[in-house]
């Protein structure tokens, strides 16, 4: 399981474009006490434990990767491809990019909540105590060691923050309230009683044929070594499209008439 690492800090804004250029400027790999020791805080502009933070996200969104064996972290196709030279989106202004990060995250059983949340919790209403019993339920049926109640409630509290906007106030100031970008998605949002939120299942009309191609060959090869793949797999089985990006099987019927148009 992996219910920590992220410090409770959700995914900002620039983070993973600063961590993919501090491992670029080195060539594309670089020892992981270079890119994120000490002088990190410097560089970054943010305190330790944000670092810690920006570190995790780039990972989980597959940004950057990590060998624990030869103590260095790397680039990858995708950070390539969406922050480098020629890269596709930079700054993050396309929602293409938004899906494909939140398919990172919400796609395979890395992390664990959110993993959970989209592709298992039974609901479309939820309060924030459901959730984490769901997840400390979870860690039981498993027998997963050391899973503290503290660390529960602290991911789900982060995770309601990477897909629900803040409401300003003069205490937080408008930087928290657009916090994470995944907000704009519209995957999540709030009820009007306090800590009740609602699953948003419909059309997207931000995802793009494209990265929903995307992640339906991704989904294909974790899934099968078949050569034809089932339309209700596509919508209904955890970490399918149809899960992850919260859509009804008229709406993968539809984006694969698309697609085979």
């Not at 916090?179 to 306090?194: D, V």
Request: hydrophobic fraction near 45%; proline fraction near 4%; charge should be neutral.
């Amino acid at each position: 399981p992996q219910l920590s690492g992220h410090e409770t800090f959700p995914l900002r804004y620039g983070w993973l474009k600063k961590a993919y250029d501090a491992v670029a400027a080195a060539g594309g790999e670089a020892e992981i006490r270079n890119v994120f020791g000490d002088d990190a805080i410097a560089r970054f502009g943010v305190g330790k434990n944000m670092v810690a933070s920006i570190r995790h996200w780039a990972q989980v969104a597959g940004i950057l990767v990590e060998s624990a064996a030869a103590k260095a972290v790397r680039a990858t196709a995708l950070g390539d491809r969406l922050f480098g030279m020629q890269g596709l989106d930079p700054y993050m202004e396309d929602p293409a990019t938004l899906w494909l990060i939140h398919w990172q995250l919400a796609a395979q059983p890395t992390k664990t909540t959110w993993f959970w949340a989209f592709n298992h919790y039974p609901g479309v209403t939820f309060e924030r105590e459901q959730l984490v019993k769901g997840v400390e339920r979870l860690a039981k049926d498993r027998q997963w060691a050391r899973v503290a109640a503290a660390t529960v409630k602290n991911d789900v509290a982060c995770f309601i923050r990477t897909y629900v906007a803040q409401q300003p106030s003069t205490r937080s100031g408008n930087d928290d309230a657009l916090e994470c970008p995944l907000s704009e998605l519209g995957l999540i949002r709030a009820l009007g009683k306090r800590d009740g939120f609602r699953f948003v299942r419909g059309a997207k009309s931000s995802l793009g044929d494209g990265v929903f191609a995307y992640a339906l060959l991704d989904f294909w090869s974790r899934h099968t070594t078949a050569a034809t793949l089932s339309l209700e797999a596509i919508t209904h089985e955890p970490g399918s499209p149809g899960r992850v990006f919260l859509l009804d099987e008229n709406d993968v019927a539809d984006r694969l008439a698309e697609l085979a148009e």
